[in-house]
Structures are given as C-alpha cells and as structure tokens.
C-alpha cells in the first residue's frame, strides 16, 4: 500500500520560514519523480516544485529563491524549505510522486501565513 504522509505545516509570520516533509512508504522511492503542489481556497491546485529521481529541480516562477525542493533517498523523504512566506502562500500544501503511469498523492498539509 502506497502512502505520502506530509508534516510541518503551521501557522507563521509573513518573512519566516516553514519546512515540509513528506515521507513516502510501498514505493520504489528511488525511481520516483517527486513534487510538492498547493491548493488556496477558491483556487485550483497549482504546481509548487518538482525533483526528478536525477535531482533536476523545478520551481513556479512565484516561490523561485524563496523555496527549495530536496529528497533523501535513504530516508524516502522529500522536502521543501520555504523562506520568506508570504500571505499568498497560504495553502494546503501536497506531496506527489510519480513515475510512468503511477501517480500517489498525500492528505495535505495546512500552511498558513499571517501576522
């Protein structure tokens, strides 16, 4: 059974930082593409970051500088730093991994970003 459990979402001031983890379980991690995706209120869910089973990094012109996307392949894990948050970064916030027609998503984790 295939499960991404995301952690480390919380509420945090506007310029600090928050980081994600999702750890993945009954998967070949190693194989899988990886990304981190949110959904606002209202909105669709949109594209954050992507890591590649090779490493190669992708990000949505919005969080470029601020986030950044890592794996830990022993641990099954992937990551996302966020710095410098921003009120329009509130969001539930979803592990992805993929690979050829697999697709696995997480439950989703609040982050939210307010004085």
């Known amino acids: 059974q295939v499960q991404l459990v995301e952690s480390g979402g919380g509420l945090v001031q506007p310029g600090g930082s928050l980081t994600l983890s999702c750890a993945a379980s009954?998967?070949?991690?190693?194989?899988?593409?990886m990304g981190w995706y949110r959904q606002a209120p209202g909105k669709q869910r949109e594209l954050v970051a992507t890591?590649?089973?090779?490493?190669?990094?992708n990000y949505v012109d919005s969080v470029k500088g601020r986030f950044t996307i890592s794996r830990d392949n022993a641990k099954n894990t992937v990551y996302l730093q966020m710095n410098m948050l921003k009120p329009e970064d509130t969001a539930v916030y979803y592990c992805?991994?993929?690979?050829?027609?697999?697709?696995?998503w997480g439950q989703g984790t609040q982050v939210t970003v307010s004085p």
């Open positions: 890591i590649t089973s090779n490493y190669i990094t």
């Open positions: 009954g998967i070949i991690f190693r194989i899988f593409d």
């Open positions: 992805n991994s993929a690979w050829r027609r697999a697709d696995y």
